[in-house]
């Protein structure tokens, strides 16, 4: 009989890919991971992992269980959200993960809505950027998360997740004051091939976007100012140190003396968000009324 919780580590390991990350995800020790790992080989009479200085990667049979693993674990969360449903679900509470810019345009209105709608939830928030949320979630260590699409993302058909979509929003350019192309009504990228750009750290889903827009207008953008808070970033290009793309939504209530803000010519870079939870959860009595909120929030 294999035990589910062995299912839950194997699936960590695939999505971490060294026992030691793996571990920290799942609050365990890695000798702990290594010993259940065993005893699923065990139980399953199959190598499942080979290991080597670059970590560890599934066997074709470790891939073979980690398909029906998915498949067994997305059945448990819906067992759980029927049994939660035949005991009312009417109170408790749900853990989300959100980036800063998504708590402010719809979890904080969804958690108003909640309030009037199902006093009963209480959500607990995390700020944590759009890329960090996806795997905590798989981690289990929260239970919806915020996110944003970014190259290495899970897929929409990843069999791991359901997904919301909630909304998309444009990038604008911000420009220095003293630009040439201040004045413009919209500033067609390529325009800026020669410019000092400011963007966000490689890894935030955000750099993603603005390296992508800048390659389809046919140049690498020069980032030399790095900042993930784009109050920075507005800052940097108030102060002459560049120019930048920026979430629309971001520069909301935004102090912007000493820069243009524009819209992009052509097809805008676009940032699209959505809520993700585990497969089979979406239907949780708790977590529902989360997604429902904030699907009505970013309506």
């Known amino acids: 009989m294999i035990e589910a919780r062995r299912l839950h580590i194997l699936r960590a390991v695939a999505d971490h890919r060294t026992v030691t990350a793996a571990a920290a995800a799942l609050y365990l020790t890695p000798s702990a991971v290594s010993q259940q790992l065993a005893a699923l080989e065990q139980e399953t009479g199959h190598r499942l992992v080979d290991r080597s200085a670059r970590g560890v990667r599934l066997t074709p049979a470790g891939e073979i269980l980690l398909t029906h693993t998915n498949a067994v674990l997305a059945q448990l969360e819906r067992a759980e959200a029927e049994l939660a ?41 995390q700020d944590a950027e759009g890329d960090a949320s996806l795997p905590m979630v798989l981690d289990r260590r929260v239970d919806v998360a915020v996110a944003v699409e970014y190259r290495g993302a899970p897929g929409a058909d990843d069999p791991r997740l359901t997904r919301v979509p909630l909304y998309a929003e444009p990038f604008d350019a911000v420009l220095p004051a003293g630009h040439w192309l201040a004045g413009a009504d919209r500033v067609p990228l390529a325009e800026l091939a020669k410019d000092i750009w400011i963007g966000p750290f490689p890894g935030n889903p955000c750099h993603d976007v603005v390296v992508l827009a800048c390659e389809h207008a046919g140049f690498q953008p020069q980032l030399e100012h790095w900042s993930d808070d784009f109050r920075a970033v507005v800052a940097l290009a108030s102060a002459g140190g560049g120019v930048a793309l920026v979430p629309r939504s971001a520069l909301k209530g935004m102090e912007v003396e000493g820069v243009a803000i524009r819209p992009v010519d052509g097809v805008a870079p676009t940032r699209r968000v959505f809520a993700a939870v585990r497969t089979g959860a979406e239907e949780h009595p708790l977590i529902r009324p989360v997604l429902e909120a904030l699907g009505e929030a970013a309506g």
């Open 85 to 125: 449903a035949y005991s009312s679900g009417a109170a408790g509470t749900v853990t989300l993960a959100s980036f800063a810019t998504g708590i402010g345009l719809v979890v904080g209105p969804a958690l108003a809505r909640l309030a009037a709608t199902a006093p009963g939830i209480r959500v607990r928030v």
